[in-house]
């Protein structure tokens, strides 16, 4: 195997001249740091030698041996700063040669067969990417956060490879795709290369230290270098993976083709499994503990349902590329924490407050406990409206078939103090209406108080009917539903940032906030919408005999005989947008849900 470093390839003599391009800039910063002091030595040789008598010179001489001192002072500090700042190192899961002895025997026979050096170590990271990262600066060893070769100097880049690849891949499959990425090992040893990277990390670090105390205006200079360099630099990485894709020509070139289509499958697959499955997990303060076993499911799932992806079922009887690993469920579970870090922000420790969770008690621990969860906002939402617990639709509205008669006088709403939106909505007087009877007895009365005191509505007053009639809107101008939804962006706001400020303080590798945030922040209506839609599936789960599923592919679901219900999204839009609550209550009706019943709360 060669170490030498040599890079005859295709596109190697562009990275080497892009990287000499790359280390200009940093020759000519140097020696603008250098002049000053050169023209002081100048100047001063000029003065002994009595070339340079009389005035001015004494006092200019003096001013550029000052200049000259504070430029070279402020050039150390910051070529100090750039040469022993630590760059960014991703997080990922380290895997050592005892936990994956076959991997390592894989990637060393790629590096023999391509006479490159072989990989220091192999990392995996829980995204569907896979690349070289030096790791070999001395920060990381004075930060401790490398004890192992890969933080020895001058050692190979650590290989990082996504772990839903893994999994989804065969071994042939992972040997291809793995090719072109190992033979980056070759360009990277090249002096010339490896020094301008590290000049360009240097710099990007030298930006972050600049945000520190007493440091700022060590990122002046460093993003001004970055500017310089940028285009160079960016040259450079393209010649290095145009060096390394030729390199790699011939290994597996044909099997490579069709293991870059499964590079895409995987992607979909798992970006739908992060933000459909795992998510709610993780806002349920729960982390799915095999999300990489999870991928699978979610790919043959959608194998099942795409005509494009047919035959690739096939795949499964080959040998996976998780068989390479030792013990691949603690592989998993690792990586699956590290997702749920990366991707929502939390722990990077399991507790009572952050468990994992497995895929067969999913339905009942996240989302049964999701949808009671958000129907007990969508209530508290209602009571600090006081919208009292048996509002029904408004008399203008048409009563149901088998509807009872409304009552003769107006339900009570409180006057206290409401905003203007509550104001217009609940103004309007209310009628009981909805298939079933509507309870109008005096056990009733004390929950009306309650709701219109401003107080908790007790057990009996959490209904879907109460919601029904709430956002009922024949005139389709939603000033109801604006209120609701406002409401419980407030609610939720207050809650995360409760839970934020209650919890511990990040240490250790914890993250406040996600590094990689999987959605943007959901909008009023859509989270009005996502409560209505966790109401009505407890209510079908209490009174129709329902039951919480999960789909691979779309997450949190209602089964009813065992069978997906797919068809209720569109019946709560109808309600939450238009104020039209016909389709969802045939819909309740069809499924024989009990609007009037209450339903048990988390």
């Given amino acids: 195997m060669s170490g030498t470093g040599s890079i005859a390839e295709v596109g190697a003599p562009s990275a080497r001249s892009r990287a000499l391009a790359v280390l200009r800039v940093r020759s000519r910063a140097t020696a603008a740091v250098l002049l000053p002091a050169a023209l002081a030595v100048v100047l001063v040789a000029a003065r002994m030698t009595g070339r340079l008598a009389g005035d001015p010179w004494p006092a200019v001489t003096l001013a550029v041996c000052a200049v000259a001192a504070l430029v070279l002072l402020a050039g150390g500090i910051f070529g100090a700063v750039v040469l022993r700042a630590g760059p960014a190192v991703t997080p990922t899961v380290p895997l050592p040669e005892a936990a994956a002895p076959d991997l390592y025997r894989l990637v060393r026979d790629l590096a023999d067969r391509m006479d490159v050096p072989a990989p220091s170590a192999i990392a995996l990271t829980p995204d569907c990417d896979s690349w070289l990262e030096d790791r070999s600066h001395a920060a990381h060893r004075r930060g401790g956060t490398g004890a192992g070769p890969e933080s020895e100097p001058g050692a190979a880049p ?43 990390r240097g710099l990007d670090a030298a930006v972050d230290i600049g945000g520190r105390p007493g440091l700022g205006w060590i990122a002046r200079p460093a993003r001004l270098l970055l500017r310089l360099c940028r285009t160079d630099a960016a040259e450079m990485e393209r010649g290095v993976a145009a060096a390394a894709s030729d390199r790699a020509q011939g290994v597996d070139y044909g099997l490579r083709i069709v293991a870059q289509e499964q590079v895409g499958l995987a992607y979909a697959g798992w970006d739908r499994l992060l933000t ?90 996240v989302v049964d406990r999701k949808w009671r969860t958000e129907a007990a906002r969508l209530h508290a939402a ?8 048996d509002l029904a639709p408004p008399a203008a509205a048409e009563p149901l078939p088998g509807a009872p008669a409304a009552p003769a006088e107006p339900v009570p709403v409180t006057t206290g103090a409401p905003a203007p939106a509550e104001a217009s909505a609940n103004g309007a007087p209310a009628a009981p209406g909805g298939p079933g009877p509507v309870a109008t007895t005096a056990a009733a009365r004390p929950a009306d108080r309650a709701s219109a005191a401003g107080e908790p509505v007790p057990p009996g007053g959490a209904t879907l009917e109460r919601v029904l009639g709430y956002l009922t809107d024949p005139a389709g101008e939603g000033a109801a539903g604006e209120a609701l939804a406002g409401r419980l962006s407030g609610d939720l706001a207050r809650e995360e940032r409760a839970a934020g400020a209650a919890g511990p303080q990040p240490r250790g590798g914890a993250d406040t906030l996600p590094l990689f945030p999987l959605q943007p922040p959901r909008s009023g209506r859509d989270l009005l919408a996502d ?43 109808s309600l939450v947008e238009d104020g039209d609550p016909a389709p969802l209550r045939d819909w309740l009706a069809e499924l024989g849900v009990r609007p009037e019943k209450p339903v048990r709360l988390l």
């Fill in 276 to 365: 459909r499955v795992a998510l709610p997990a993780w806002r349920m303060g729960r982390w799915p503990a095999h999300l990489d076993a999870g991928v699978v499911s979610a790919l043959t799932e959608l194998s099942r349902r795409d005509r494009l992806a047919e035959g690739f079922t096939s795949r499964l009887g080959e040998r996976p590329a998780c068989d390479l690993l030792e013990q691949p469920g603690v592989v998993d579970e690792a990586a699956s924490l590290l997702a749920a870090r990366l991707f929502h922000g939390g722990p990077a420790q399991a507790g009572p407050d952050w468990s994992p969770v497995d895929w067969a008690a999913y339905p009942q621990e």
């Fill in 531 to 573: 409560h209505v839609t966790a109401l009505v599936c407890c209510a079908a789960v209490d009174s129709a005999g329902a039951g919480p599923g999960l789909d691979w592919l779309d997450g949190p679901v209602l089964l009813v005989g065992g069978e997906r219900r797919a068809d209720l999204a569109p019946r709560v839009l």
């Fill in 158 to 200: 650590v290989l990082v490879i996504g772990s839903p690849f893994l999994w989804w891949m065969r071994v042939a499959e992972l040997r291809a795709v793995l090719a072109p990425v190992v033979a980056g090992t070759g360009p990277s040893a090249h002096p010339d290369i490896a020094d301008a990277r590290g000049f360009v």
């Fill in 382 to 389: 209602l009571d600090a409206l006081s919208v009292p617990a």
